[in-house]
Each structure stands twice: as C-alpha cells, then as structure tokens.
C-alpha cells in the first residue's frame, strides 16, 4: 500500500493475524467437540468402528456442509449392515443428523463469535452472503472473509484520525 497508509494496513494485518489463529483454534476445538459427542453416541449405541467413524465426523467439519453430506454414507453404512433397516438403524441416523443440525446451527455461531469476535448472527449471515456469492468457496472462507471485514471496518477510523 501507500507509504502514508503503511499504519493502517499493520493494524489490520495485526487483527487479522490475531483472527485466523483464533479460528484455527476454534476449528480444532469443534473437531475435538464434534468428534467427542459423536464417539460417545455412537458408543450408547454399540455401533461398530465407533473411533474411526468419529474421528471422520470430527474431521468432516472442516468442509462445511460438504463435509457432513460425505460422512454421512460411511456412518449409514456401517449402521445399515450392523443393525438392518430397524429401529436402532433409525435412531442412529436420527442422532447423527441432531448432531450436524446442533454443530452447524448452534456450535460454530457460538463458538466462533467467541473465537473471532464475531456476534453468532453475522457469521450466520456472512456463511448466506457468501455462500450465495460463490457457492462452495464462498461458505468455506465466510468466517475469514467476515473477520477480514470487521477487522478493516474497525481499523479504518482510527487510520483516517491518525492521518489528520
């Protein structure tokens, strides 16, 4: 940038630096979250390879959405030929779904408005706003691009101050 707005952009580079380790750690902790409830269930249940399809849950929040959709077919399976199409099929199915819906509609607003400074509203508005701006890309990168933004919004006034 501009020589005269080099301590502007320092500043929003020190935030957003801040930021993204913030929401590395955040991602761990709803891996280890995501994983743990998930082993536990899955345990109540007596399904078999109950650590392994655990650790993919907790590894499939990394992607967004996607992630879920794609663990969701090794956790059916292992359930369809363990128990049958039965009741305790179903339940399983049933408890891995409350598991997604929670993570994704109550886990990551609060956990990562806590992580990035963020209020749990605009990071579910930033995941519409830029999921329909650019589908896949766009949930993928909406905390980071959210956090970027508060991170220049907040920074911006006190580099025009300082200026004057």
């Known amino acids: 940038m501009l020589p005269e707005k080099r301590s502007l952009m320092a500043r929003i580079w020190s935030e957003m630096d801040d930021q993204i380790a913030n929401y590395i750690r955040g991602k761990v902790l709803e891996i280890i979250i995501v994983g743990s409830v998930t082993f536990v269930t899955f345990s109540?249940?007596?399904?078999?390879?109950?650590?392994?399809l655990s650790v993919?849950?907790?590894?499939s929040v990394l992607v967004p959405f996607i992630g879920a959709a794609i663990a969701t077919?090794?956790?059916a399976a292992v359930a369809g030929f363990h128990f049958g199409l039965t009741e305790s099929f179903a339940y399983v199915i049933i408890a891995?779904?409350?598991i997604q819906a929670l993570d994704g509609n109550v886990l990551v607003p609060i956990l990562?408005?806590?992580a990035v400074n963020l209020h749990p509203v605009s990071i579910i508005l930033a995941v519409l706003f830029f999921g329909g701006i650019w589908g896949f890309w766009g949930i993928f990168f909406a905390i980071p691009l959210a956090t970027l933004l508060k991170a220049i919004v907040t920074s911006w006034p006190m580099g025009l101050q300082s200026s004057s």
């Open 44 to 52: 109540f249940f007596n399904l078999p390879y109950t650590a392994l």
């Open 56 to 59: 993919l849950v907790g590894l």
């Open 73 to 75: 077919l090794p956790v």
């Open 96 to 98: 891995y779904g409350i």
């Open 112 to 114: 990562f408005s806590e």
